[in-house]
T-cell receptor, first 113, second 110 residues
Framework: QKEVEQDPGPLSVPEGAIVSLNCTYS??????FMWYRQYSRKGPELLMY????GNKEDGRFTAQVDKSSKYISLFIRDSQPSDSATYLC?????????????FGAGTRLAVHP | DAGVTQSPTHLIKTRGQQVTLRCSPK?????VSWYQQALGQGPQFIFQ???????QRGNFPDRFSGHQFPNYSSELNVNALLLGDSALYLC?????????FGEGSRLTVL
């Protein structure tokens, strides 16, 4: 069993839709949770970063963490064609600096006009 | 302020050859990590360097080695290349609380 599971999709939605992306994990030691966006042939770009259970909102993006269920989500409101990319969840423990990130496989999202 | 820069951006090698990839971290960042991202997969941690020493290592064979220089830049070396080493190699630089990735070096092994 992988430490982090993420449905690879692809997910295709119309412009303006609400998108829900999810990951589950097995290691209860994970304390920091991140969502990255990766455009084709580019490096991952950090979208959201959380370290506690609950919700964190940034513009059209909301990150949700449920440590009791070992489940994290990213919601995208009013999705745009420019949101078409691969979304990677990542998580880590913390010990005085960044430990290694464990990534999900990524979910490919296509937003069509 | 330049972010994380990697070179070369693309390269093609043949099986058995050796390759060196380079990374310059974001200004002020003292920790560099390397990741391998195979097509259609998430990045996998190779190793991390801090103060010129390997601090953590992922599940990669000894063919993968690295180095960090006093200016915090780093190199990733891969010996005896295999077809399966074809991937996007990502460098990430960090301080506690922030981490940024470069655009990667795409390695194709023929």
């Amino acid at each position: 069993q992988k430490e982090v599971e993420q449905d690879p999709g692809p997910l295709s939605v119309p412009e303006g839709a609400i998108v829900s992306l999810n990951c589950t994990y097995s290691n209860s030691a994970f304390q920091y949770f991140m969502w990255y966006r990766q455009y084709s042939r580019k490096g991952p770009e950090l979208l959201m970063y959380t370290y506690s259970s609950g919700n964190k909102e940034d513009g059209r993006f909301t990150a949700q963490v449920d440590k009791s269920s070992k489940y994290i989500s990213l919601f995208i409101r009013d999705s745009q064609p420019s949101d078409s990319a691969t979304y990677l969840c990542a998580m880590t423990t913390f010990s005085g600096g960044y430990n290694k990130l464990i990534f999900g496989a990524g979910t490919r999202l296509a937003v069509h006009p | 302020d330049a972010g994380v820069t990697q070179s070369p951006t693309h390269l093609i090698k043949t099986r058995g050859q050796q390759v060196t990839l380079r990374c310059s971290p974001k200004s002020g960042h003292d920790t560099v990590s390397w990741y391998q991202q195979a097509l259609g997969q998430g990045p996998q941690f190779i190793f991390q360097y801090y103060e010129e020493e390997e601090r953590q290592r992922g599940n990669f064979p000894d063919r993968f080695s690295g180095h960090q220089f006093p200016n915090y830049s780093s190199e990733l070396n891969v010996n005896a290349l295999l077809l399966g080493d074809s991937a996007l190699y990502l460098c990430a630089s960090s301080l506690p609380g922030e981490l940024f990735f470069g655009e990667g070096s795409r390695l194709t092994v023929l």
